[in-house]
T-cell receptor, first 111, second 113 residues
Framework: QKEVEQNSGPLSVPEGAIASLNCTYSDRGSQSFFWYRQYSGKSPELIMSIYSNGDKEDGRFTAQLNKASQYVSLLIRDSQPSDSATYLCAVSASGTYKYIFGTGTRLKVLA | ETGVTQSPTHLIKTRGQQVTLRCSSQSGHNTVSWYQQALGQGPQFIFQYYREEENGRGNFPPRFSGLQFPNYSSELNVNALELDDSALYLC????????????FGPGTRLLVL
């Protein structure tokens, strides 16, 4: 089992729809969770961080964390073509400061 | 506020050569982490530097080494380059704390021929 798992996609949604990206992790002691966006040929850009169970909203983005189910998700409302990118889920391993990344989910927003 | 910078942006080397990649951390950050991202994969943790010492290492051989300087900038050195070392090398800086968030530089794309 991979430490952080994401569906590689591509996930295609029409413009204006809600995109739902999911991530599961194996280390129950993980404490910090991050979503990064990566455009092709560019470096990852932080979108959201979440540390407690529940929802955290920032503009069109909502991160959801469920530690009991070892699941973190990212919702993008009113998706725009400019949201088309690979979304990386990162988990901070317990007892360390390193991030463990999933392979990313490629999102395509269709105009 | 100055963001994370990396140099060079691109590099081509041949097998067996050595390479040094450089990173300047974001203003106010004292920790630097290095990651390797192969095509189609997520970044893989190489190591982290804090207060000029290595503070955690991923599953990479000793030919991957690093340094951190008093101004918190950092170098990644790779000896005896192999074809599989071709990747995007990412530097991320953060401020030491209980919930530190890492911010990435633009990366160095290394091609080993």
């Amino acid at each position: 089992q991979k430490e952080v798992e994401q569906n590689s996609g591509p996930l295609s949604v029409p413009e204006g729809a809600i995109a739902s990206l999911n991530c599961t992790y194996s280390d129950r002691g993980s404490q910090s969770f991050f979503w990064y966006r990566q455009y092709s040929g560019k470096s990852p850009e932080l979108i959201m961080s979440i540390y407690s169970n529940g929802d955290k909203e920032d503009g069109r983005f909502t991160a959801q964390l469920n530690k009991a189910s070892q699941y973190v998700s990212l919702l993008i409302r009113d998706s725009q073509p400019s949201d088309s990118a690979t979304y990386l889920c990162a988990v901070s391993a317990s007892g360390t400061y390193k991030y463990i990344f999933g392979t990313g989910t490629r999102l395509k927003v269709l105009a | 506020e100055t963001g994370v910078t990396q140099s060079p942006t691109h590099l081509i080397k041949t097998r067996g050569q050595q390479v040094t990649l450089r990173c300047s951390s974001q203003s106010g950050h004292n920790t630097v982490s290095w990651y390797q991202q192969a095509l189609g994969q997520g970044p893989q943790f190489i190591f982290q530097y804090y207060r000029e010492e290595e503070n955690g290492r991923g599953n990479f051989p000793p030919r991957f080494s690093g340094l951190q300087f008093p101004n918190y900038s950092s170098e990644l050195n790779v000896n005896a380059l192999e074809l599989d070392d071709s990747a995007l090398y990412l530097c991320a800086s953060s401020a030491r704390g209980t919930q530190e968030t890492q911010y990435f530089g633009p990366g160095t794309r290394l091609l080993v021929l």
